[in-house]
């Protein structure tokens, strides 16, 4: 079949903020093209022969989406620009308010991006491998914890900041006697790393029932014991009958890397599901929200621990103080 394609043109510092924003509107792929060279660790994750670097970086790019041409854009396009408005108080957003709509080729534009997805490094002992790809040529060391995933249309594959970030803040903070609650669960990467590293048991929770799909399958790549891990879908700050479902304080850590406008009003519910001491690890948080996100941890009674980031990303690990 043939595509709907939406192009528009952006500067290159506001594509990881659009890039977010369209993923929450529930644009399931994107496509990303701009000149900024490639860094020695990007090249050293590539498994292709790389074209030389452009002469010069204009700091302009252009992001694309795809769509069935049986459904109607008007809603979407009117939500992305409205989105659109609201970046550009904080970031350059350049031409993006001007969305252009063309057909494609009969080309499987979900899958294609498979191909440019290899086996990497989360951490100095995790390896994140896609379930289609194998280990060959890979820097595996013996003591490596290897872990497969296939995102599906769920978001969360590993390889951006802020999940690299949770990663690492989990392999840290869980034990084996860790109960873990994943909010805003994607493909469930965290939680099945938390149960891979010995957690005692996890349960994950996503608004958006792919992410249900796209867990479950993971977990099952993976042979995680079922019997140690729950996984639904539904709204944890909104919906009574899910929070109690998920549990009152019942869990030593609770991860959510998402977005700081819905960390902000989950920090006022989650301290409800940690024990007394419990730990809060968030992500997802761009530079310029990180103060906005702290006020409101602290304002809902959490001690800040400690604050990571990586390049404009930022990871806030708080405490639920002991009763």
């Known amino acids: 079949m043939k595509w709907t394609k939406y192009t528009l043109k952006t500067k290159t510092e506001a594509v990881d903020l659009i890039s977010y924003m369209l993923d929450e509107l529930g644009v399931e792929g994107i496509e990303i093209e701009d000149k900024q060279p490639l860094t020695a660790e990007e090249k050293a994750q590539m498994?292709?022969?790389?074209?030389?670097?452009?002469?010069?970086?204009?700091?302009?790019?252009?992001?694309?989406?795809?769509?069935?041409?049986?459904?109607?854009?008007?809603?979407?396009?009117?939500k992305i620009k409205e989105g659109l408005d609201e970046l550009s108080q904080f970031v350059d957003i350049g031409d993006a308010k001007t969305i252009e709509k063309d057909e494609t080729e009969d080309i499987d534009w979900i899958n294609n991006w498979k191909e440019f997805w290899k086996p990497f490094?989360?951490?100095?002992?995790?390896?994140?491998?896609?379930?289609?790809?194998?280990?060959?040529?890979?820097?595996?060391k013996e003591d490596d914890l290897v872990v497969e995933i296939d995102p599906g249309?769920?978001?969360?594959?590993?390889?951006?900041?802020?999940?690299?970030?949770?990663?690492?803040?989990?392999?840290?903070?869980?034990?084996?006697?860790?109960?873990?609650?994943?909010?805003?669960?994607?493909?469930?990467?965290?939680s099945i790393i938390g149960l891979l590293l010995g957690a005692k048991e996890a349960f994950a929770i996503d608004i958006d029932p792919a992410a249900v799909t796209a867990t479950l399958e993971n977990a099952a790549f993976n042979n995680i014991d079922m019997n140690k891990y729950k996984v639904i879908s539904g709204n944890i700050i909104d919906d009574e009958a899910i929070q109690q479902e998920v549990g009152i304080e019942c869990y030593d850590v609770v991860v959510a890397n998402i977005l700081a406008d819905v960390i902000i009003p989950l920090s006022a519910e989650i301290g409800k599901h940690l024990v007394p001491g419990g730990t809060f690890i968030t992500s997802g948080i761009i530079d310029m929200k990180k103060e906005e996100v702290k006020e409101a941890l602290m304002k809902n009674g959490f001690e800040m621990v400690e604050e990571r980031n990586m390049k404009d990303w930022n990871c806030l690990i708080a405490r639920k103080p002991m009763q």
Do not use: Q
Not at 165 to 188: M, P
């Open 47 to 78: 498994f292709v022969d790389i074209l030389p670097d452009p002469e010069f970086d204009d700091h302009i790019a252009t992001i694309r989406f795809y769509r069935d041409p049986e459904e109607d854009g008007t809603e979407l396009i009117e």
């Open 121 to 140: 490094r989360a951490d100095d002992h995790i390896m994140i491998k896609p379930t289609w790809e194998d280990l060959t040529g890979t820097d595996v």
């Open 153 to 190: 249309i769920a978001f969360g594959t590993g390889t951006h900041e802020t999940t690299k970030l949770c990663i690492r803040a989990v392999r840290e903070y869980v034990n084996e006697n860790t109960r873990l609650l994943d909010v805003g669960c994607g493909s469930g990467i965290l």
